[in-house]
């Protein structure tokens, strides 16, 4: 089996001929290589084609597949379990990317003997220089704005994750800021009167908070961390944490 090929003047091979050599199967290697397009294409960026299903093949479609240069498909090797199946195949495409390095080198022709000829070789050489640079800023440019579509998202998936506990928290009627004789009582296994709570509130001018229980319908009363501190020396924080979650 050849794993190198040339394509488009480059050494590459595929996720095709790395799921045959490594004995598994093409959809886990294309669901690596999707997971770490981003580490990949520090070498390069990563082409997609598709192989139309095979004359006489039965069910499934296309063929969806990732065509890597050396550095892309060495990487994507350790992401592998190494296996002896693995291990040998590692030294099969390095030996084979090494062997299409050498034959090409022996096929490059001479550089021309005219001015002419040397100054269009030269135009040529520039050119390709050209687009692998273009071809690697584009990669970058690439990594670096997924990273911030992904890093955005992170954020304000984390915020509105804060928010809404923050929220819950309040609602069951435990928090820094104010709780339940019920959400104490189960914290510290001691238990308290309203009537004190209620006496600070009122010459303090405070009203405690409603919150919801599904034994009354009405709700039941979450006293400010103020009043628990004065009346019965709780401090709120320490005993349910900073952010409002029970220690």
Same mark, same amino acid.
């Given at each position: ?13 595929? %996720? *095709? ?15 690596? %290589?999707?997971?770490?397009? !981003? ?20 069910? @499934?479609?296309? %063929? +969806?597949?990732?065509? &890597?240069? +050396? ?14 199946? !693995? ?10 990317? /090494? ?20 100054? +269009?070789? &030269? *135009? ?26 992904? +890093? ?47 006496? /600070?509130?009122?010459?303090? @001018?405070?009203?405690?908070?409603? !919150? ?10 979450? /006293? ?16 349910? @944490? ?6």
């Amino acid at each position: 089996m050849t794993i190198v090929i040339i394509k488009d003047g480059d050494a590459v091979t595929t %996720t *095709l001929a790395i799921a045959e050599g490594t004995l598994n199967d093409h959809a886990s290697v294309i669901t690596l %290589t999707r997971k770490y397009q !981003v580490d990949l294409e520090d070498f390069g960026l990563v082409r997609f084609e598709i192989r139309p299903r095979e004359v006489g093949q039965h069910g @499934g479609g296309d %063929t +969806e597949y990732a065509i &890597l240069n +050396e550095p892309q498909s060495t990487l994507l090797l350790t992401f592998m379990r190494n296996t002896d199946i !693995v291990r040998a195949f590692k030294k099969k495409l390095v030996r084979e990317f /090494w062997e299409m390095v050498q034959q090409r080198n022996q096929r490059a022709p001479a550089l021309p003997a005219d001015y002419i000829g040397a100054l +269009e070789h &030269l *135009l040529e050489s520039k050119r390709s220089e050209k687009l692998a640079i273009e071809q690697r800023d584009h990669a970058i440019e690439t990594k670096a704005e997924i990273g911030s579509r992904r +890093e955005a998202t992170a954020m304000a998936t984390a915020s509105a994750a804060v928010r809404e506990a923050a929220r819950l928290r309040d609602e069951l009627g435990f928090s820094a800021r104010h709780a339940t004789i019920l959400k104490v009582e189960a914290a510290t296994d001691r238990s308290f009167s309203y009537v004190n709570l209620r006496r /600070w509130c009122k010459a303090n @001018g405070v009203t405690p908070e409603t !919150v919801p229980d599904k034994r009354y319908a009405e709700g039941v009363k979450a /006293w400010p961390a103020a009043a628990w501190a004065a009346v019965f020396d709780i401090d709120l924080a320490d005993l349910f @944490g900073a952010d409002g979650e029970q220690a």
